[in-house]
C-alpha cells in the first residue's frame, strides 16, 4: 500500500461523517418545516450563497486582507519580543507579568477603545488582530529559546562559541518546533479576531457581512459567512503546517501513527 | 614543553555556611602528545575542573597553564568531547564538524575540507549527509571524537566520552580510540569512572581524592605502545587495576560519615 491510499484512508472518516451531518440537518429542516429566517437548510445556504457570490467575494477578500496582515505583524513583534526576552534576562523579569496581564484584556472590550482611538480604518482592526496573535508566538518563541539542551550549551560554550553563535547556532533553530506551534495557534486566532474586529467596527469583511445579514434576518447568508470564515481559518492554519513540514525537515519522522 | 600544567587549582561553591569546596589545590601536567587519565569518585569536581580548564568558570586561586602561558580569559581554550555526542540535531553529520570549527576560527572553505577530509580518514563518509538521530550512540560518540580531534587547540578534554553507552559498544569504542590516538598523539586529559579504561588508554593515571578534591596518586602506565586490546589479560594489568581499586576504595570509605 502506497502512502496516498493511507492518505485517503485517513481522509475517509471525517468526510463520511460531514456528510452525514449535513444530510441529517437538510432532513430535520424539511421534515419539521422550519423556516429559513430561523434556520435554513444547508441547500438554501448553498443557493443563497452562490447568488450573493460577488459581494462575499468581496468581504472574504477584505477579510484575508486583514487576517494576513495582523498575523503577519503580530508574528513578527512576538517573534522580536520573545528574542528581546530571552536575551535581556533583566528586561525578561521586567516584562513578563505586563505580557501576561496584556492577555487577559476581553478583545471585545479593547475593540471599541481602538476604534475610539484610531477612528474607523483599518488601523484599529489591524492592531486587534496583532494583539491576539502577537501572545502565543511570543509566548512560544520564548519557551522555545529557553528551553535550549544543557548539555548543548555548555558543549558550545566550552568550545568558545559566543552569546550571538550560541543564540543562532542553537537556541533559535532549537525553538523552531514550539515556535511553529505557537504561529498555528496564532493562525487560527487571527481569522477569527479580524471578523471579530469587522463586527465591532467596519463597513467591510465577513465580519460586517455577517452582522448585516443577522440584523436583515438574512440567516443563510449568516450561515456562509460563517462557512467562509472557518475555510479561511483552515486555509490559514494549513499554510502554516506546510512551512513547519519544509522547515524541520531534519526531525526524525514519527512512526505512522495508526 | 607541558601543554597544560595547573597549579593549586581552587574552587568553591555557594557563600558563607553553605559553602563547599570543590578543589583543594589540585595540581597536575599533560605533556606534549601525553594521555592522561583523571579517574576519582563521584562528585569529587572532576566536571568542574574540565569547567575550569575549558575557561567556563574562574578558579579562586591558582594557575591554568597552556603551553607555557597563563591561559587567556574566554573559553575555547581546548578541543572538548562531552559523555552526550552534543550533536545539534537539525545539523548533518558534517554540518556539526564544521561548525565547532568554524567557531575555532576557521574560515568556510577550510572548515569543509578538514570536515570531509577527516570523515575520510575515520571511514565515516558513508554519514557525512545522515543527521544525528539515525546514527547510534557508538556512531554519534565517532563523530564526537573526530570532531574534537580537527579542532586546532593542542589539548583535547574528554570529559567520560564513553559513559552512557552500553559495555559491549564501550569496549569497541575503546579499542578504536587507542588505535585512533597511538597514530594521532594529541594531548589528552581523559576523565573516567573506569579503571580498566584509564589503564588500556593512558600514560598516566591521576586519582583525585573526594571534595575537596586533590590529586592523591599518580601512576605511570608502563605498557609499551602500541598496546593490544588484549592488555587486560597481562598480570601487571591485574596488578595495577587492583592497586588502583584500592586507593579509590580508601576514598570512598573516608566519606563515609560515622
Not at chain 1, 477578500?61 to 520573545?82: I, N, R
Not at chain 2, 558563607?16 to 563521584?42: A, K, M, Q, W, Y
Not at chain 2, 593490544?228 to 591485574?238: E, H, I, K, V
Not at chain 2, 581499586?245 to 570512598?252: A, C, D, N, P
Request: hydrophobic share 50%; glycine share 10%.
Amino acid at each position: 500500500m502506497d502512502s496516498r491510499t493511507i492518505r485517503w484512508r485517513a481522509l475517509l472518516p471525517p468526510v463520511v461523517v460531514m456528510a452525514a451531518f449535513l444530510l441529517l440537518w437538510e432532513a430535520a429542516v424539511r421534515l419539521s418545516g422550519t423556516e429559513a429566517w430561523l434556520l435554513p437548510a444547508p441547500s438554501d445556504i448553498a443557493r443563497d450563497a452562490w447568488s450573493a457570490r460577488p459581494r462575499l467575494a468581496q468581504h472574504t477578500g477584505a477579510t484575508l486582507s486583514l487576517t494576513l496582515l495582523g498575523f503577519a505583524g503580530g508574528a513578527a513583534a512576538g517573534l522580536l519580543l520573545g528574542a528581546v526576552l530571552h536575551l535581556l534576562p533583566l528586561v525578561r523579569s521586567g516584562f513578563y507579568p505586563l505580557l501576561v496581564l496584556s492577555q487577559n484584556i476581553p478583545v471585545i472590550a479593547i475593540g471599541p477603545l481602538l476604534v475610539i482611538w484610531f477612528g474607523f480604518g483599518l488601523l484599529p482592526k489591524l492592531l486587534l488582530v496583532m494583539l491576539v496573535c502577537f501572545f502565543p508566538v511570543c509566548v512560544a518563541m520564548l519557551g522555545g529559546l529557553q528551553g535550549a539542551d544543557p548539555g548543548l550549551e555548555r558543549y558550545m560554550r566550552m568550545i568558545g562559541a559566543g552569546r550571538w553563535r550560541r543564540f543562532l547556532g542553537l537556541e533559535l533553530p532549537g525553538a523552531l518546533p514550539q515556535l511553529f506551534s505557537g504561529l498555528k495557534i496564532a493562525a487560527s486566532y487571527s481569522v477569527t479576531s479580524a471578523v471579530v474586529a469587522e463586527w465591532i467596527g467596519s463597513d467591510r469583511g465577513l465580519g460586517y457581512f455577517m452582522l448585516l445579514s443577522s440584523k436583515g434576518f438574512k440567516t443563510s447568508l449568516v450561515f456562509a459567512g460563517v462557512a467562509l470564515v472557518v475555510m479561511l481559518s483552515l486555509m490559514l492554519f494549513a499554510a502554516v503546517a506546510g512551512a513547519e513540514k519544509l522547515t524541520l525537515r531534519w526531525r526524525p519522522r514519527k512512526e505512522d501513527g495508526r | 614543553m607541558n601543554v597544560l600544567e595547573i597549579r593549586n587549582l581552587r574552587k568553591s561553591f555557594g557563600s558563607g555556611g553553605r559553602r563547599v569546596e570543590v578543589l583543594g589545590g589540585v595540581c597536575l601536567t599533560v605533556g606534549e602528545g601525553e594521555f592522561v587519565s583523571l579517574v576519582g569518585p563521584s562528585g569529587s569536581g572532576k566536571t568542574t575542573l574540565l569547567s575550569l580548564i575549558g575557561g567556563l568558570e574562574r578558579p579562586d586561586s591558582g594557575e591554568i597553564m597552556l603551553a607555557g602561558k597563563p591561559a587567556s580569559e574566554g573559553a575555547g581554550r581546548a578541543a572538548y568531547m562531552p559523555q552526550q555526542a552534543a550533536l545539534l540535531p537539525w545539523r548533518t553529520v558534517r554540518g556539526n564538524i564544521e561548525l565547532a570549527l568554524r567557531i575555532a576560527g576557521r574560515d568556510r572553505a577550510e572548515a569543509k575540507r578538514l570536515a570531509d577530509e577527516g570523515l575520510r580518514r575515520l571511514g565515516l563518509e558513508a554519514y557525512a549527509r545522515s543527521y544525528p538521530h539515525v546514527l547510534s550512540g557508538g556512531m554519534q560518540q565517532r563523530v564526537s571524537f573526530l570532531r574534537a580531534l580537527l579542532s586546532p587547540q593542542p589539548l583535547m578534554l574528554l570529559d567520560e566520552p564513553f559513559g552512557a553507552l552500553d559495555a559491549l559498544t564501550r569496549q569497541r569504542m575503546q579499542r578504536w580510540l587507542l588505535s585512533l590516538w597511538e597514530e594521532e598523539r594529541r594531548s589528552v586529559l581523559f576523565v573516567t569512572h573506569s579503571i580498566e579504561e584509564a589503564l588500556l588508554l593512558s600514560d598516566r593515571v591521576l586519582v583525585l581524592s573526594a571534595s575537596p578534591a586533590v590529586v592523591v596518586r599518580e601512576l605511570q602506565v608502563p605498557f609499551a605502545r602500541p598496546r593490544s586490546a588484549m592488555l587486560g589479560s597481562d598480570p601487571r594489568f591485574g596488578e595495577l587495576k587492583e592497586s588502583l581499586y584500592e586507593s579509590l576504595g580508601s576514598l570512598e570509605e573516608g566519606d563515609m560519615p560515622l
